[in-house]
């Protein structure tokens, strides 16, 4: 077989027609459920200044630092969106959505794009749906984004998950935290690993992330930041776990746990799957009342999640969960001869009008072959035309899924195929 010419860019595949209706039976699931709980879809542009990125995660973050795919127009710097709560709250700043009124709860589905390394269910496109409150500070706006994350996995199928809870504090706590594990770190300074000492001064929390092994013992032996929370802080943190009681959603507290990005404050979760392995990760994401300031906004509390789309399919893979049903057509029409196939194209739009799916054969085959298409194209039924057919104004309607055969008019065959 020829070599082709073209390829795709590394850690970029094709969603090819069979994969697709997987994806979009899983984009269908969370639409009907983001409907469910009042939330309204929002689509921003995969395109976003390379500044906006940088403020909103943090110039120090691996992301900004080595996986960003960026590039000038100009004067003009540019990303491919990295990730998108920084992009939702530009465009709730830029659009003024404050002025609709209340907290604004959105969700969105769409492709990022990080230049790492590809591993399974990390590519370099990748996919991510996610939710955001925007301009709540209630700890029941944490509560229902958790809410949501976990019952789209139950729908799916994911029971089997684990809800790791954590809070980073407001600013005040968290600076007299990192305060603490740099004196904590310091001692063995020249013990952890290389990235590890390169975070020390200027993002320290980014250490209690590392799956270095050489990182492994300060980090079990370090304070915990929960022992350094304010008393708003705990506050919001003790009502936020009140209200996972209230709804039976159990939850692991994990004083170690912290979000990668900046712009993170007060509650943080991550979910994971037993069943995955080692890359158990499925969702993950917290507070963020800095953000919305941080990028040009008057002071917004909000709070949001992403998860992602290959790592979720990957889950379903692993367990067995099959998404959607296979590829189906109702109606093939079989066409013998000249006059067939004209009667067939001008009736295809007629069956499709009445709601059914219908197709034919655009290679002019045989009647052999165009079966076997139609079993291919996993037909329920095959409507088969030719010239005795087109005298006497009545067509063999085969079942395709018990084999069983009936003469009908065209009426007859709709009114058959459409019932009520």
């Not at 139950?154 to 790791?164: D, E, P, Q, Y």
């Not at 936020?240 to 039976?248: A, G, P, R, S």
């Not at 067939?340 to 054969?361: C, E």
Request: with cysteine; hydrophobic share 35%; proline share 5%.
């Amino acid at each position: 077989m020829a070599q082709p010419k073209y390829t795709t860019h590394l850690g970029m595949v094709d969603i090819l027609p069979d994969e697709v209706r997987k994806w979009q039976y899983l984009e269908n699931l969370i639409r009907e459920e983001a409907e469910k709980f009042n939330l309204e879809e929002i689509r921003t542009p995969i395109m976003e200044q390379t500044e906006l990125i940088v403020r909103g995660l943090g110039q120090l973050t691996d992301i900004v630092s080595k996986e960003i795919f960026s590039f000038s127009r100009g004067e003009d710097n540019y990303v491919l969106r990295p990730e998108l709560t920084a992009p939702v709250v530009r465009s709730y700043v830029e659009n003024h959505l404050d002025q609709r009124g209340g907290s604004q709860k959105l969700y969105y589905i769409g492709p990022m794009f990080r230049a790492e390394r590809p591993q399974k269910g990390r590519q370099r496109q990748f996919h991510q749906f996610g939710m955001e409150v925007i301009g709540s500070s209630d700890p029941v706006a944490d509560v229902e984004v958790i809410a949501f994350m976990i019952h789209i996995y139950k729908k799916v199928g994911i029971t089997n998950t684990t809800l790791k809870l954590n809070s980073i504090g407001d600013p005040e706590s968290r600076e007299k935290y990192k305060e603490a594990l740099k004196a904590h770190l310091k001692p063995n300074f020249d013990k952890l690993s290389e990235v590890s000492q390169k975070r020390f001064e200027n993002n320290p929390l980014r250490i209690l992330d590392s799956k270095e092994e050489e990182d492994q013992p300060f980090i079990e032996s370090a304070p915990v930041i929960t022992e350094y929370l304010g008393e708003d802080s705990l506050a919001h943190y003790n009502k936020v776990k009140e209200y996972l009681n209230d709804l039976e959603i159990p939850f692991e507290e994990d004083p170690y746990l912290v979000r990668g990005m900046d712009y993170y404050t007060q509650t943080a979760f991550e979910l994971i799957s037993p069943d995955l392995g080692a890359q158990d990760a499925l969702a993950g994401g917290g507070r963020y009342d800095l953000l919305v300031e941080e990028i040009g906004g008057q002071p917004t509390p909000a709070v949001g999640f992403a998860a992602g789309m290959e790592r979720l399919m990957i889950a379903c893979e692993e367990l067995g969960i099959t998404l959607g049903t296979e590829k189906e057509v109702d109606v093939y029409v079989v066409t013998l001869g000249d006059e067939a196939r004209k009667w067939g194209i001008k009736q295809l739009p007629v069956l499709r009008d009445k709601g059914l799916s219908a197709t034919m054969d655009y290679m002019g085959r045989s009647m052999k072959a165009q079966m076997k298409d139609a079993n291919r194209e996993n037909a329920r039924y095959t409507l088969i035309v030719g010239s005795n057919e087109l005298q006497e104004g009545k067509f063999t309607l085969r079942n395709m899924r018990e084999s069983e055969e009936v003469s009908l008019t065209l009426e007859e065959v709709i009114q058959k195929l459409t019932p009520g």
